[in-house]
């Protein structure tokens, strides 16, 4: 196996996330399937396709739109595309019907209509002078949301919130302020990196009214991101309410097309977290979350009034789990929540409980008329995509792995991650599947994982060892690579970009264990919450025993060499653990690493560690920062200089810690690299870096393979 050419297919292909379709919508009749793809699978730029019957009809690709238009993208629009890893096309949005298409591109409004009566195209649906249409707006587009009836376009500009008539061209200003520091129709920063909520405006289903927030971030601190290797360039301002700080003022009101509003009421001081939003045919549905995070309500409201009125109160002595797609409504007024009760997320209809004791509520992907598609796990390693309908439960996937999936029609879209590769087919009544093509690349890496469970507690264990590796001939150093916190499981039967560079690493000589401990999600409840008040002290514990069983199921693992390398929360684990287990752990690679909890951000830090007035030592056990006297062994620490989600300062401030205490470590910034680095030559030469000092850290002079 080559793994030379590895990292830089890693880096070409971002991750091998290019070529893979994905933001699927269903027509009302499961006949038409819009999604978004590159073209191939180095292709970074995003197009909108559609496949209708069994045909692909490539839609809109940005070069033919003018992609360097004159518009410069807004601060909201930058941070959309820092969790792309494609450019172009990067969101839509569309009508009940799938008639009309709307999407912003470099801060510019397109649409275009599509006729699923058109004969042009041989039933294509795509009418024969259908093309992307430039909308003239008054300012560069954020967020565009059709309305369900495909007539209006609601949209943020500068702050503000404005409608656009399609057959008229009217552009309507909805909502404004003369206060810079309040903005309407977007969502917050804790909103979209924490809640799973992304947006802040919502159309009525009759298209007549929108639901607004009003964001006003004047209680919130400032930070600024600069730009160390282009000085010239001044830095970013951004608002950043970390830990123990003030939140933005958010607010949610009602609007009619007259210019008519009202604000929604509820308590806001003590439920200052707008944790979700919806309006269906009953009205709007929010839910409100505590400061604290210890209750939440669920609320509907009368948009003509203001007025609320509470349809659930969810307590939790450590935190209300926020589970995406919910709350929500049946077609009849049935509130659809989650409930945890014992070891087990349930999935809740009108108050009862429908989901068995021990599958594992994930996400509510629809509720329509009476039924409900989710996703749960009843095995950690498995996420499967369920139908409830007519009081009776479906599982619609079946072999180990990931799933997601759309109905509508009698059609079922059903994506398939397992770790025979990835699928996307569209299932229609009597009719053979078909598939929506993949472009990915075949990584020139195949992992060759062996699932373990470990310890008493069973914890979910992949081990890869190299290719060439012949049991009894050569002992391996091992390579920890967790990530380990609440954010993400890695340890699933999928196939997954981290698996793949777990097997170059393996073929570099190293054998390398993935596990996922307490308080990684798909488990339930009671093991999400088992990190609550210290966040570092399990999941240490936790990677030592998937370690030792690793060891016990081969015995050529060398337990005297052992590193461990992670990102974001697996860099914090990562450091910790060479920290606090220096005879367990002998170097670390601790990449984007939020070592100081006080600099992260409200909602996600206070989740799992409470205020800092009050809890000043849960903060000071789960930062590695106070531990860096402790340093022993070799430690190398990474973080992008951009990076707004968990800031620079975090490892500055760190390597500042270790110099004082007279620890040497080595650090590797990043030059406009956020949270997620995309410059090719960057990544491939990170990689190159780390593989360099793990392995002179643990392997032994002449016992490197010739590989």
């Known amino acids: 196996m080559d793994i030379s050419a590895f990292p830089a297919q890693w880096s070409r292909t971002r991750r091998f996330s290019l070529g893979l379709p994905r933001a699927f919508t269903l027509s009302p009749d499961g006949q038409r399937v819009l999604f978004l793809r590159t073209r191939g699978a180095e292709d970074a730029t995003s197009c909108l396709w559609l496949l209708a019957g069994t045909e692909e009809h490539l839609l809109a690709a940005p070069e033919s739109l003018g992609e360097d238009?004159?518009?410069?993208?807004?601060?909201?629009?930058?941070?959309?595309?820092?969790?792309?890893?494609?450019?172009?096309?990067?969101?839509?949005?569309?009508?009940?019907?799938?008639?009309?298409v709307a999407f912003a591109l470099n801060g510019a409004l397109w649409t275009l209509t599509l006729d699923p009566s058109?004969?042009?195209?041989?039933?294509?649906?795509?009418?024969?002078?259908?093309?992307?249409?430039?909308?003239?707006?008054?300012?560069?587009?954020?967020?565009?949301?059709?309305?369900?009836?495909?007539?209006?376009?609601?949209?943020?500009?500068?702050?503000?919130?404005?409608?656009?008539?399609?057959?008229?061209?009217?552009?309507?200003?909805?909502?404004?302020?003369?206060?810079?520091?309040?903005?309407?129709?977007?969502?917050?920063?804790?909103?979209?990196?924490?809640?799973?909520?992304?947006?802040?405006?919502?159309?009525?289903?009759?298209?007549?009214?929108?639901?607004?927030?009003?964001?006003?971030?004047?209680?919130?601190?400032?930070?600024?991101?600069?730009?160390?290797?282009?000085?010239?360039?001044?830095?970013?301002?951004?608002?950043?309410?970390?830990?123990?700080?003030?939140?933005?003022?958010?607010?949610?009101?009602?609007?009619?097309?007259?210019?008519?509003?009202?604000?929604?009421?509820?308590?806001?001081?003590?439920?200052?977290?707008?944790?979700?939003?919806?309006?269906?045919?009953?009205?709007?549905?929010?839910?409100?979350?505590?400061?604290?995070?210890?209750?939440?309500?669920?609320?509907?409201a009368d948009p003509s009034t203001g007025r609320t009125h509470l349809l659930h109160e969810q307590r939790d002595p450590a935190w209300v789990e926020l589970v995406p797609g919910t709350p929500a409504r049946t077609a009849s007024g049935k509130l659809v929540h989650p409930e945890d009760l014992g070891e087990t997320r349930h999935l809740t209809i009108d108050g009862r409980q429908v989901t068995p004791e021990g599958l594992q509520l994930r996400e509510v992907l629809a509720v329509q008329g009476e039924s409900v598609l989710f996703l749960a796990s009843n095995e950690p390693t498995e996420s499967h995509l369920w139908l409830y309908q007519q009081e009776t439960l479906h599982q619609l996937s079946d072999v180990p792995g990931a799933y997601d999936g759309l109905r509508a029609g009698g059609t079922l879209l059903l994506s398939s991650n397992t770790e025979a590769g990835r699928t996307f087919v569209v299932r229609r009544e009597g009719q053979p599947d078909h598939p929506i093509a993949s472009h990915r690349a075949t990584p020139v890496v195949t992992p060759r994982i062996t699932w373990l469970q470990a310890g008493d507690l069973r914890l979910r264990t992949a081990l890869l060892l190299p290719s060439w590796y012949q049991p009894g001939v050569t002992k391996l150093p091992v390579l920890m690579a967790p990530y380990g916190g609440p954010a993400m499981s890695l340890v699933l039967k999928?196939?997954?970009?981290?698996?793949?560079?777990?097997?170059?690493?393996?073929?570099?000589?190293?054998?390398?264990?993935?596990?996922?401990?307490?308080?990684?999600?798909?488990?339930?409840?009671?093991?999400?919450?088992?990190?609550?008040?210290?966040?570092?002290?399990?999941?240490?514990?936790?990677?030592?025993?998937?370690?030792?069983?690793?060891?016990?199921?081969?015995?050529?693992?060398?337990?005297?060499?052992?590193?461990?390398?992670?990102?974001?929360?697996?860099?914090?684990?990562?450091?910790?653990?060479?920290?606090?287990?220096?005879?367990?752990?002998?170097?670390?690679?601790?990449?984007?690493?939020?070592?100081?909890q006080r600099l992260y951000d409200t909602h996600w830090r206070e989740r799992f560690l409470g205020h800092p007035d009050e809890h000043p030592e849960d903060y000071d056990r789960s930062s590695p920062i106070n531990d860096a006297a402790k340093l022993e062994r070799p430690l190398l620490l990474v973080h992008g200089l951009a990076d707004d989600n968990v800031i620079a300062a975090h490892t500055l401030r760190f390597s500042a810690a270790l110099l004082a205490a007279g620890r040497p470590h080595q650090v590797m910034p990043l030059s406009n690299a956020t949270h997620r680095v995309t410059d090719e030559a960057a990544v491939r030469g990170?990689?190159?870096?780390?593989?360099?000092?793990?392995?002179?850290?643990?392997?032994?002079?002449?016992e490197q393979p010739g590989t």
Request: glycine share 8%; with cysteine; charged share 20%.
């Open 494 to 596: 999928v196939t997954a970009p981290w698996f793949h560079k777990a097997q170059w690493y393996a073929e570099a000589g190293f054998a390398v264990v993935i596990a996922d401990g307490r308080g990684t999600p798909g488990r339930g409840p009671v093991w999400e919450k088992t990190v609550h008040r210290d966040t570092l002290s399990a999941p240490i514990a936790d990677q030592i025993t998937a370690l030792h069983a690793a060891a016990e199921y081969s015995p050529d693992l060398d337990l005297t060499r052992v590193g461990i390398t992670g990102w974001s929360y697996g860099g914090l684990l990562a450091a910790a653990a060479v920290l606090r287990r220096p005879d367990v752990f002998h170097a670390a690679v601790s990449g984007a690493a939020p070592s100081d």
């Open 69 to 100: 238009g004159p518009l410069p993208p807004a601060e909201a629009v930058r941070r959309e595309r820092a969790r792309e890893s494609a450019a172009g096309i990067v969101a839509y949005t569309a009508d009940v019907e799938l008639r009309t």
């Open 686 to 702: 990170l990689m190159l870096h780390e593989l360099d000092f793990l392995r002179t850290a643990l392997l032994a002079v002449g």
């Open 118 to 300: 058109a004969d042009s195209t041989a039933g294509s649906g795509i009418g024969s002078s259908a093309q992307p249409q430039c909308r003239p707006t008054a300012g560069p587009v954020v967020d565009p949301r059709l309305d369900p009836t495909g007539q209006r376009v609601a949209y943020v500009t500068d702050g503000s919130l404005r409608v656009l008539t399609l057959a008229t061209g009217n552009d309507q200003l909805v909502a404004s302020d003369d206060d810079p520091e309040v903005t309407w129709g977007l969502a917050e920063h804790v909103a979209s990196e924490s809640m799973h909520r992304t947006r802040g405006h919502w159309w009525s289903p009759d298209g007549t009214h929108l639901l607004t927030t009003r964001v006003d971030l004047t209680p919130v601190q400032r930070w600024w991101i600069a730009d160390p290797a282009n000085p010239a360039r001044p830095p970013r301002e951004i608002a950043y309410p970390a830990a123990g700080t003030a939140n933005a003022l958010v607010s949610l009101h009602a609007f009619d097309l007259t210019g008519s509003s009202t604000r929604l009421q509820w308590d806001s001081t003590a439920y200052e977290y707008l944790a979700a939003v919806a309006w269906d045919s009953h009205g709007p549905l929010l839910a409100v979350q505590s400061r604290d995070q210890r209750t939440l309500q669920v609320l509907a």
